[in-house]
């Protein structure tokens, strides 16, 4: 099937829908069949769990079209467990992991015309996401839940593409989508919106969180983890904390950076105030890939990143190379890190 006429290399990280989603009903103690649907809206009670307490949680991944034709997601397994923890944390039904993948799979072969092109710079992000639908008037676990998956084409997360970009230190950590406690999942995200916008506001594209206890610990950003390379381009650093988002991406890149290009990788405690002594500041996630950070603003003066405002810095430039080769079939990733779709 052709391709859907879309000016690939021109959009932007936004919704579009596509022909289908995936939808799978849980009730009465167990989940019914899953089934794909056109239909974009949900109809549920004014009264819902997710409506009225906020009882839901999402994952973000993305599907590639490779040099060769192939369409592939890359480790959708780990989205797959990580859903599942934010399920057992918000005491909704989990997903098997065969179940995710194979709705994964579902959806996308439905939505194939919507995979944008190979080296079009475009990819397939896919929205799985849980909520509870049933109605629940008391502070209580919803009697029953959606679980949803739906796909949209996107480009890059932040304007400009992979142009380095200016943050800012966000005086709101308690906000930060997983700074709140330690969960595990993709949730609380309402409570960024307020700092994410003053940022936006001031020219900034994410706020740096620190650890919301101490404000003395690098967390990560709004939408993504850290990662910082020394000045001797020889190891790669990256915060270690118990309430950040365990990101897949930051998990792959040590990986990537330890085995591929032999750096030194480190994940530790990462103090504010040691972040002026690194050459590179990268945010890395699903939708982020890895975007460079140029500049970070604080109270006390700006953090002028060396790597600079004009480009990538050499060693994050050639993580994302090694990643996305990887995830576009370019590059052999290791075993099991590549799931073919079709
Ligand atoms: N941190 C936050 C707050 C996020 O929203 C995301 C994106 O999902 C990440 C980190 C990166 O995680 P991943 O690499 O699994 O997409
Ligand atoms: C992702 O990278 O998939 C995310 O969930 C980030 C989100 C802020 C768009």
Redesign the pocket.
Known sequence: MPKKAIEWSKIG?GYMPTDYRYTRIWKDGKWGEGSLTDKAEVTISECAGVLQYAQTG?E??KVYETKNGDIVAFRPDLNAERLQSTCRRLIMPEISTEDFLSALDELVKANLDWVPPFGSGATLYIRPFIYGCGPVIGVAPSPSYEFRMFCTPVGP?FKGGVRPIKIMLSDYDRAAPHGTGNIKA?LN?AMSLYPGEYAHKLGYSENMYLDAATRTYVEET???NFIFVTKDGKRVVTPKSDSILPSITRRSLMVVAKDYLGLEVEERPVRFDEVSSFAEVGLC????VISPVGLIHTPDGDISVPSGMDEMGPVLTKLRETITGIQMGQIEGPEGWVHKIC
């Open positions: 990280f999402f973000g991944l997360y993709g995200y709004g939408g993504a996630g699903t939708a982020a």
